[in-house]
């Protein structure tokens, strides 16, 4: 049996590892039954199914009918840009309020793309940030500051 297609295999990798995860992690919850769910059914359930899609898609990246397809190089630069931008969001939220922390997430991860463009990410900031303050602090009503504590004290 030969890996054809390895962009499928390691995808099905993937699925099946963070599946056998929760499956595992999800038995400290009590499962319950289909009629009467409990908390750990559905992380459960959910898990076991996309642990069996990665298993079939691992055997289907196998068949003769795929085309053969190698993995390109993984671009650490971009993952690791996306990662930060989300801790600076996670951390700088409830100090620096939502349109700072929307900014700089956006800015930051903006970067991560070789098609950056300052005037493309300005337009998604605003465009953005508008639509941030009318879903979460309108729409939602969530309770978290919008502008920095420097400026409301």
């Known amino acids: 049996m030969r890996i054809r297609n390895q962009k499928d295999f390691w995808g099905g990798v993937m699925f099946a590892v963070l599946g056998l995860l929760f499956v595992v992690l999800s038995q400290q919850y009590q499962l319950g039954t289909a009629a009467k769910m409990g908390p750990g059914y559905f992380p459960t359930m959910l898990g076991g199914l996309m642990a069996i899609l990665g298993f079939i898609t691992m055997w289907l990246s196998t068949a003769r009918s795929n085309p053969v397809t190698k993995v390109e190089k993984i671009g650490w630069r971009e993952i690791f840009l996306v990662l930060l931008a989300v801790t600076v969001f996670a951390t700088g939220l409830q100090p620096l309020g939502m349109i700072i922390s929307v900014t ?48 409301t004290n």
């Open 104 to 151: 700089l997430l956006i800015a930051i991860s903006a970067t991560a793309s070789y098609e950056f463009n300052w005037k493309e990410t300005l337009i998604s900031i605003v465009v953005l940030l508008i639509a941030s303050e009318l879903v979460f602090v309108k729409g939602l009503e969530l309770q978290f500051p919008v502008w920095p504590k420097f400026l």
